[in-house]
Structures are given as structure tokens and as C-alpha cells.
């Protein structure tokens, strides 16, 4: 039997084996009783409040290997620590993305003495049983370099993940080269088993390292009138359209969130660093463009919370996006501001608002949270 053969009779073995432990209320339970205790909480909270496989909160990326999580449901039950995603060897871990229960997190390998085995190591985290998978992408002689790595998965569709790897094969123009890694095989090959890598020129200002994984494929956004996507089953890079921007638009000053719920993508543009008042896009299904989902105003946040100090040495200080999170009901569905240490719950329907929890200063010297600081929590005992 090939490799990949047995691989996949592997894979299938596992399959059977979580189906047989599922379905084995006794052998489950001594299993969870070895899970360590911030795990079982965790999951415990998540499945009481995710039984759909749903996020049920955010984890916030900080300068060490601790991770605070918000909880999208503040009911006083629910276990606000931090997570510790300490690598078995001692990195430290950075998340760079989260994907239906699965984080990539990244650090790098530059020690070696031979250049085939420097390059980029990444890791991928089952946050509720800590398991990791380690992997490294040497960059061959440095004549390409790796500029980025996405992960796609869907449990509801495959039990493997795949990992998409930007290359900038030009530093002259936007030149690109795609790769994709599978599980499944454990092999890094052009995308749908092409012999020749997949080359592009990308649209101006793109930004791969920033992805959002949203119905079976990766997306990308762009500072140009269209961005791309990759479907990440046919392995195929399509384009989808940019919402209007103003001249000299810029992605890291004026995009405030880019995101995904519940199969629907999200983005907040503003003109203002500090933001009271804007609208919530969101794409069309057939990805013929924009529109405006929801229209937020948060005057009365102020009025909630009028102790908080929205003030600071003369400069207005408001409230970064971290989060929009629709819920199964329209009337519950709800918007996770940072502002002064703490993480809010909008409601964007009623405009009530309530506090989460404290949340301690991240690394950055602002001391702020933000979008890109902010990954989905996805309970999960899955294998990876």
C-alpha cells in the first residue's frame, strides 16, 4: 500500500475510532476527565452555549503565550481566563488566523547552519486539547520568499486541512506563486495536482497576510476596485469586487474589521481613526458586491458606560471593532467593542449594550486591541 493509501486508511481508522468514542458515554467520560482543567472548562462552556459548532468567543492574541478569551455570551458561568498556547518546545506562539476550531500560529527558524533547512516553521493548534502540528516551508536558496500561509478547513466537510502558501516570486511587480499543502497527503504541490505553480499578478495593495475563511474558500482584500479569493476545494483563485474607495485609501488606516459570520463576510471601512458612527458591509452571496448589512451608531454606549474614559490627554479615544457575530437570531445577533480595558457587547438591533469582561493591555504601545488582534473560538476534541 502507497503512503498516501495508507494515510488515508489512517485517517478513516481515526474516523471510526471518535464515532465509537462519541457513541461511548463511559469511555468519553474518562477521556474528558484527563483533559487538563482550562480545556474542559472551555469546551464545557462552548458546547452548552455552541451545540451548532459555533464560535462562542474570541481569543486575543498578547505578548506571550497566554491568550485572553471573550465570550460572546456573558450569563456569569463562563471561564474568562486566559488560554496558554505554549508550544511542547518552548516557542512562542502567535496566532495568525483561526478557521472552524484551528489556529495557525507561526514563529520562525533562521538558526540553521544550512539554508534547506532555514525558513518559515508554523504551527497548527487544536486550542481546546493543545495538540499541535509543527511545519516548516524552507524557502529554497531565498530566490522566492515566502510571504504568507493560509489555512482552510471545514470538520463538516473534511476532517483534513489545507494550507495556502503565497510566494512573491518577483520584487519588481506583483508577482505571485501558490502552493498548497495538504493533510491529507503531507505534501506541499501546485494547487489542483497542476505540474506548473500557479502564477499571478495580484491586485494593487493586497494583503494575503490578513485572510478570512468564509465558505469553503480564502479571502483577500485589496486597496484596487477587486481582490481575489481561492476556493479552497477546486483549488481554483477567483475575483470578487471591492467595495468604493476614496483616493489614497489605505488598508491598515482605514479598514476597522474584516470578518466572517455564519457564511457571510463583513467589512467596516472608515475615514477617521477613531470611529462613533459607520456602516457594516457585507458581500453579496454571488459576490456581485457590497451592501450595507447594518448601520451603527454608538452614542448610546457612551450613556451606558459614561465612566469610561472615552477622553485621554485631549485625543479622543473610541472604541475598536473586534468582532461582529451573527446569531441564529436576528435579535441577538451582536457587535464586540474594546474601549478602556474592556470588552463590550453591542446588540445591533435593540442598541443595548453590556460589559463582557476586563481585558489586560496587549503588546502594542497604544495598549488597544483590535480586529486583527481578535481570532474565533471554536470548542472541539477533533484530531489534527
Known amino acids: 500500500m502507497t503512503n498516501a493509501g495508507k494515510r488515508i486508511l489512517h485517517s478513516a ?82 496566532i495568525l488566523q483561526s478557521c472552524n476550531g484551528l489556529l495557525l500560529c507561526s514563529s520562525t527558524s533562521f538558526t540553521s547552519s544550512t539554508a534547506k533547512n532555514r525558513g518559515f516553521q ?59 499543502y495538504s493533510s491529507e497527503t503531507c505534501s506541499l504541490k501546485p494547487p489542483a495536482s497542476g505540474e506548473n505553480p500557479l502564477t499571478f499578478t495580484a491586485p494593487p495593495g493586497i494583503v494575503f497576510r490578513r485572510p478570512i475563511y468564509c465558505n469553503g474558500a480564502i479571502h483577500w482584500l485589496s486597496e484596487g476596485k477587486t481582490s481575489l479569493y481561492f476556493d479552497a476545494h477546486t483549488e481554483r483563485l477567483k475575483t470578487m469586487p471591492m467595495p468604493p474607495f476614496h483616493e489614497g485609501f489605505d488598508f491598515d488606516y482605514n479598514v ?36 450595507i448589512r447594518y448601520h451603527v451608531i454608538l452614542d448610546a454606549v457612551t450613556r451606558t458606560f459614561p465612566e ?27 457587535l464586540v467593542l474594546f474601549v478602556s480595558g474592556i470588552a463590550i457587547s453591542f446588540n445591533l438591533n435593540n442598541k443595548t449594550s453590556e460589559e463582557i469582561c476586563f481585558l489586560l493591555p496587549c503588546y502594542k504601545i497604544a495598549l488597544d486591541y483590535e480586529w486583527v488582534d481578535a481570532f474565533q473560538y471554536i470548542g472541539g476534541l477533533f484530531q489534527i
Open 13 to 94: 481508522e481515526h474516523s471510526a475510532a471518535a464515532e465509537a468514542i462519541a457513541g461511548h458515554e463511559d469511555l468519553l467520560r474518562e477521556i474528558l476527565l484527563r483533559l487538563p482543567i482550562e480545556s474542559l472548562l472551555r469546551f464545557s462552556y462552548a458546547r452548552r452555549h455552541n451545540p451548532n459548532n459555533e464560535p462562542s468567543g474570541l481569543l486575543l492574541n498578547h505578548d506571550c503565550t497566554d491568550f485572553q478569551f471573550v465570550p460572546f455570551n456573558n450569563d456569569g458561568d463562563g471561564d474568562h481566563s486566559k488560554v496558554s498556547l505554549s508550544h511542547p518546545i518552548g516557542r512562542r506562539v502567535k
Open 122 to 180: 508554523y504551527n497548527i493548534c487544536n486550542p481546546t486539547t493543545k495538540q499541535f502540528t509543527t511545519l516548516r516551508f524552507p524557502t529554497p536558496e531565498f530566490k522566492t520568499s515566502l510571504i504568507a500561509v493560509n489555512l482552510a478547513f471545514d470538520l463538516l466537510k473534511s476532517p483534513h486541512y489545507k494550507l495556502i502558501c503565497i510566494w512573491d516570486v518577483n520584487s519588481d511587480s506583483p508577482t505571485y506563486q501558490i502552493d498548497v
Open 256 to 291: 476597522r474589521y474584516f470578518g466572517e459570520s455564519r457564511g457571510h463576510l463583513h467589512l467596516i471601512v472608515t475615514d477617521e481613526p477613531f470611529i462613533m458612527e459607520f456602516d457594516i458591509l457585507e458581500l453579496k452571496t454571488d459576490y456581485s458586491g457590497w451592501f
Open 308 to 334: 469610561m474614559t472615552w477622553v485621554f490627554n485631549r485625543i479622543f479615544e473610541g472604541p475598536s471593532v473586534l468582532c461582529v457575530n451573527l446569531a441564529a437570531k436576528e435579535e441577538e445577533s451582536i
